[in-house]
């Protein structure tokens, strides 16, 4: 496995490659990202993976600064699972100047996540952008649980043509529903002991709308309810249509239930998919 933290050796590598898949990632790698590199080698001959703690995507007062850098390990944890290039820049390398052309996000950006985290997803655009130019993948995967993230870079790719297909890879989760996340090592034990209860929330309104219940809006306050009278501060409770993460149409039959909260300094986001009939 090569590591390579310079874009023109990066490039100089993968001009042999016939097929690339590729990985994004900000490090401080877990199982789910592992799956995620898994997923790669059946859409590509050379698998990369980007790591990558990208300044632009943290809103001020966010934890860029405190975000784990855990480059040896995650090399490690990579080329175990059969990784071919990790490609590691520092800032100056992928920001050699001052960024001042940046990707708009599409309007599926402008809601949820983009109440919540204003300018967030115009980083992650512009850096996606950048990721995809210098490696050229035929293909790049991208998590689920980082639900309205997917949809985005979607919505980017096809905004811009960059004829890469773009993989959505199923929520690794921890044997008590949690979705693994890089950010669950923030966790008190207390705190990490009540982090499930996201997830089980929003089985319950997975559940009921699956039954049949068409009260959407009630199941959405239940559960935010619930969830902060155990003591979380809750962002949103929200089931959308799984196309547009608009309001779902009578005539909606795929829908999904995303739910962002936080634990004391610790913010966790989940989701589960809902088909109807």
């Known amino acids: 496995m090569d590591v390579i933290h310079t874009v023109a050796d990066l490039r100089k590598r993968l001009k042999r490659e016939p097929s690339i898949a590729l990985v994004p990632t900000m490090g401080n790698l877990h199982p789910g990202h592992i799956a995620l590199v898994a997923l790669a080698h059946e859409h590509g001959k050379c698998v990369v993976a980007t790591i990558f703690v990208n300044r632009l995507q943290f809103e001020p ?130 705190d990490r002991a009540k982090a499930p209860q996201l997830n089980r929330e929003l089985v319950k309104v997975k559940a009921a709308i699956e039954a049949g219940s068409h009260r959407l809006h009630r199941h959405e306050e239940m559960a935010a309810a619930d969830l902060a009278m155990a003591g979380w501060r809750v962002d949103y409770v929200a089931v959308r249509s799984q196309a547009t993460l608009g309001a779902p149409g009578a005539h909606d039959k795929e829908l999904v239930v995303l739910g962002a909260a936080w634990l004391g300094k610790t913010r966790l986001i989940d989701n589960l998919e809902i088909k109807i009939g």
């Open 61 to 190: 007062g966010g934890d860029f600064d405190r975000y784990p850098r855990t480059l040896a390990r995650d090399a490690q944890m990579l080329e175990g699972a059969g990784c071919h290039v990790v490609f590691a820049p520092d800032e100056k390398e992928m920001y050699p100047e001052p960024q001042r052309v940046h990707v708009t996000p599409p309007a599926v950006a402008e809601k949820l996540e983009g109440d919540f985290r204003p300018g967030h997803f115009q980083g992650v655009c512009t850096v996606v952008s950048k990721l995809f130019n210098v490696t050229t993948p035929h293909a790049a995967i991208f998590g689920k649980k980082d639900y309205q993230q997917l949809r985005v870079i979607r919505a980017l790719e096809r905004q811009l043509e960059f004829g890469i297909e773009i993989v959505g890879a199923e929520t690794v989760r921890e044997p008590d529903g949690l979705a693994m996340s890089s950010r669950n090592g923030y966790l008190s034990a207390e």
